[in-house]
């Protein structure tokens, strides 16, 4: 092997603040950021070197949009359906209710037009925007009480944010916005009834199960919401082209990374769960209907309002259309006879 | 930002060969090999340079495990399953029947042990090994009479290899193994009377539903099938650190894409199949039961004759159960809901 010539090879040692929107006790999601920094130090001989936050350390989690946006931070690692209220159509880029699985969310975005479709609407935000991780299809959330129909949702205060609140409202859920510590002591008195979160291995470390024994599958609201890393644009137009490399792969390998490391991690969590006495239920066939009617009514709503969420929910439309059904054969077909039925 | 000192950066000009198990008409599988070949490439600055050959330009596909071991070539990019005649374990590493899927493979490899696992397994081989792909569930094949029942499986002559065509003996099959462009032929004239391939992209590419015009789903013989990057092991100890970094990270990035690849070009050639008048046809119930426990009747008496089969089946196994037991609940729940059953 020869040498190359060396004055090709002096880069620069860059020092980056990466502003996590979650806290270091979601380890798999907050770890996700981790994994990127570490392989893109790795990549780079320990030149390019990516600090990770956490919540709360520079800027609160909800935050980190703005403090990306502005350059307070050169990166972060959120969930773009935080900030729909600067965009509506932000929430694609994570997950809507009745949505893309994590398979499908990156055939989209990788192959089908996903990531192109979005970099203009962040360059308006002065960012672009890299997949980074997924969780899978979410449980439906935890219930003081059984629910058996609609009729049971009526006037339930629910802890459910984001666009899944939006929906469960059209249901006459009252839905309440509280921060992961929050849920606990409010479950437990019964200032609200049930609550949202993650999955078995999230939800267990919060005990939601003490206060809560109804735990409710599938969570239509997220059947594979995506995390994103964010990068401030002239940040990342500053950064030699060898870096820039090395943050996108290391973004893709984040976001396979992390939903491995939940698959990995649930299946024993739920098992410990149903042994601590959980009931595991599914959603009722007719909450399923009227919330994925009261989801595209409300999609529906928002495209006659606003172009760029036309463009993007016709296009996301469509491709959810032709995944569906041919998920519906190989993979289903598969699934449903080899799992277990719960 | 500072420079850092330049006699760190010196990195030498590496040039390997990668001998691809595919022909370049199997776009999505040998396009994976390229995505990695590519993205080190730039990771490196142009200096770390892999060439991808087709299947028989310098090796022919089978024969690539064996070029790797001796240094033929630097790396390879083939599917472990095909060299079950060296050691029937490495199944593991690509599908066996009634496997795991894409999603609980990658959790297997990257957080389950699976990687570790095989690392010394293919180090007698004087091999590294990576994962590099998923094709996702497979179809079940082309045939060309209706399967009502097992009895109907009787004598067939079908074109499938490896772990399924061992699973389908047991039911009565007559495996072949046929090299891909000698299927159509062979079913075209009714030497064969059905054939396994991948699935409806590639699938329509060799015409199949214009000889037999029954599609059967799903593939429970491949559910999630890996492929894998192949390193020669003095050639990867020769590599700095950084360009094991982008091999490892680029391998990792190819498994990602060529599934999210499949999942976006798969959905309307399924379409277009059912235009032109194919006619899909889900297994019958009384197939993959009596396919099921003669997999598992198998898996047992290959572990009894050999250990090392034996750790990795037990491992895998108890992960597969773990992995079922979840993935019934979220994900099932949620699909079942979702997809339009076929």
New interface residues.
């Given amino acids: ?4 010539p ?1 004055f ?8 980056w603040r990466l502003a996590s929107s979650f806290p270091k006790s979601l380890d798999t999601i907050y770890g996700a950021a981790e994994v990127l920094a570490e ?1 893109v130090r ?4 320990g ?1 390019f070197q990516i600090r990770v936050y956490q919540a709360g350390e520079i800027v609160p989690g909800l935050q980190v949009m703005d403090a990306v946006q502005q350059g307070t931070v050169e990166a972060g690692h959120t969930a773009s359906y935080y900030f729909v209220g600067k965009a509506q159509v932000l929430a694609f880029d994570t997950s809507v209710p ?1 949505g893309l ?4 969310q ?7 037009g996903g990531i192109e479709l979005f970099r203009p609407i962040f360059a308006d935000f002065n960012i672009i925007q890299f997949p980074g991780g997924n969780t ?4 439906g959330g935890w219930f003081r009480k059984e629910i058996k129909s609609v009729a049971d949702l009526k006037g339930l205060r629910m802890r459910i944010p984001g666009p899944g609140g939006q929906v469960m409202s059209r249901l006459g859920v009252v839905p309440q916005v509280l921060a992961g510590g929050d849920i606990y002591p409010a479950l437990e008195r019964g200032t609200i009834d049930a609550t949202d979160w993650v ?2 291995y999230d939800d267990e470390k919060l005990g939601f199960y003490k206060v809560a024994k109804y735990y409710y ?4 609201h997220e ?1 594979g919401p995506q995390l994103s890393f964010y990068v401030n644009l002239q940040e990342w137009r500053k950064l030699p ?2 870096y820039q ?2 943050f996108e ?2 973004a ?2 984040a ?3 992390m ?3 939940y ?6 969590a ?2 410990r769960l149903i042994r601590a006495g959980v009931r ?1 239920r ?2 009722p ?1 007719d909450v ?1 209907k009227a919330a ?1 009617k009261a989801a595209f009514d409300w999609y529906e709503e928002e495209a006659a309002k606003d172009a760029t969420y036309r463009k993007v929910y016709t296009a996301w439309k469509k491709f959810r259309e ?21």
């Fill in positions: 092997a020869a040498f190359g060396v090709a090879q002096a880069q620069p040692t860059i020092r392989r790795a990549l780079t001989g030149r009745f699985t994590a398979r499908q990156n055939a989209w975005m990788y192959h089908g899978g299809a979410q449980m999955g078995p599958y599938p969570g239509w059947p082209k060898e490399q090395a792969v290391a893709a390998e976001n396979l990374s939903l491995a490391k698959d990995q991690v649930n299946p024993p739920l098992q595991l599914k959603w066939t399923m994925q032709e995944q569906y059904r041919w998920f519906g054969v190989a993979e289903l077909g598969y699934e449903q006879f080899a799992f277990p039925a719960s």
